[in-house]
């Protein structure tokens, strides 16, 4: 025989306790949650609006998680079975329109609401700048496991193994791949995407002034052994100092080419920049070297591992990297195509190179 088991006073002053309890572990749930910081400095504009996206996604959430658990604990408190009661059914219900109405018209609203949000977000982080302020193109190009970046400055063409850029001007990346799936992510400027082999993806940033530094950039897609270590550095300028930049990367190819004789192979450059041609990567983009100033951490440090080597060796361990692995490096992580992308001129002056500034 179906029973009333809780009187009706008694009843509406547990739905008073759970609304305040609500109340309260909502309120504190986004104190802490707005609170937190979850993410790495915000240094580009784009960075801004992703981190207010995230705080009112904070805000909505919170509460539909509270009040889940709120009527979860309180059913559990309150009807829980008492002794006796174990032969005892609860009243035959059958559904109440009233109620379905609610739970999906409530959530129906929320993820709307949040939608168009994101949506318009989205689309404002994804604009170009207004007509009339400048906006420069660099091309991404990720390998295994190294990122390499086309520059066109005026009209001449240069590219880095690290990312430079000026404050507060537009960049656009376009963003493809040699080999395999990578994913280009400075994560303080929020914007990430995969670079996929065959196309040509997209997405632009400005770096703002408090950017001016060094910031990671990281592959986030798994793409191999070396993925771990396929990161690199953006370097946000101040635009004279951009420009210097800039300069020093197309003024020296012009001073050394012309004339009658063949320009020297400029060893310390091929291996902080690698050969911009055939796209080589530097050597200094995983190698630390005193001499060469480069301090990269992804394969030996060649100050260490070359000491007392010869030019036989040196000359081994560029072309064939997989001849000897020192101690604590995984095989085929350096790639094994320099015979290919180093003409054998370049692989001698890198090999001179290395024994001089090793065995000093
Ligand atoms: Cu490239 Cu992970």
Not at 56 to 67: D, G, N, Q, S, Y
Not at 157 to 171: C, D, I, M, N, R
Not at 291 to 308: E, M, Q, R
Not at 337 to 360: C, H, I, M, P, R
């Amino acid at each position: 025989m179906p029973q009333e088991s809780t009187p009706r006073r008694e009843r509406k002053r547990t739905v008073q306790q759970m609304v305040l309890v609500g109340v309260i572990a909502s309120a504190a749930g986004i104190a802490l949650g707005l609170s937190i910081h979850w993410f790495p400095p915000a240094d580009s504009t784009q960075a801004d609006k992703v981190d207010t996206l995230w705080d009112v996604l904070i805000i909505a959430t919170v509460p539909v998680f509270v009040l889940v658990t709120v009527v979860v604990l309180f059913s559990v408190l309150e009807f829980r079975m008492r002794p006796g009661e174990e032969n005892l059914d609860g009243p035959p219900i059958h559904g109440s329109t009233r109620l379905e109405v609610i739970w999906t018209a409530v959530p129906a609203i929320l993820i709307v609401g949040l939608v168009t949000y994101a949506y318009i977000v989205l689309h404002d982080i994804e604009k170009a700048p207004a007509a009339g302020n400048p906006e420069r193109h660099v091309a991404v190009t990720g390998q295994q496991f190294t990122w390499s970046f086309a520059y066109n400055e005026g009209g001449k063409k240069f590219t880095s193994a690290q990312l430079y850029l000026p404050v507060g001007e537009s960049v656009k990346f376009d963003v493809g791949s040699k080999d395999v799936i990578h994913d280009f992510w400075v994560p303080d400027f929020r914007m990430k995407i995969d670079a996929v082999p065959g196309i040509t993806t997209h997405y632009r940033i400005t770096p703002k002034a408090s950017a001016i530094g060094n910031h990671d950039i990281v592959c986030a897609e798994l793409c191999g052994l070396g993925h771990a270590f396929m990161r690199q550095t953006a370097h946000v300028l101040s635009k004279p100092d951009f420009d210097k930049w800039v300069q020093s990367k197309i003024a020296k190819p012009a001073a050394t080419a012309g004339g009658a004789q063949p320009a020297t192979i400029d060893a310390k450059k091929l291996f902080t920049e690698g050969n911009p041609d055939t796209s080589a990567t530097a050597c200094g983009t995983c190698h630390t070297l005193a001499d060469a100033g480069t301090t990269a951490t992804t394969g030996p440090v060649l100050d260490k591992v070359l000491k007392g080597k010869d030019a036989a060796f040196i000359k081994q361990s560029i072309l064939q990297p997989s001849a000897v692995i020192a101690p604590g490096y995984q095989d085929g992580i350096m790639p094994s195509n320099f015979g290919d992308t180093l003409s054998a001129e370049q692989v001698d002056a890198l090999v001179q190179y290395l024994s001089k500034v090793t065995n000093k």
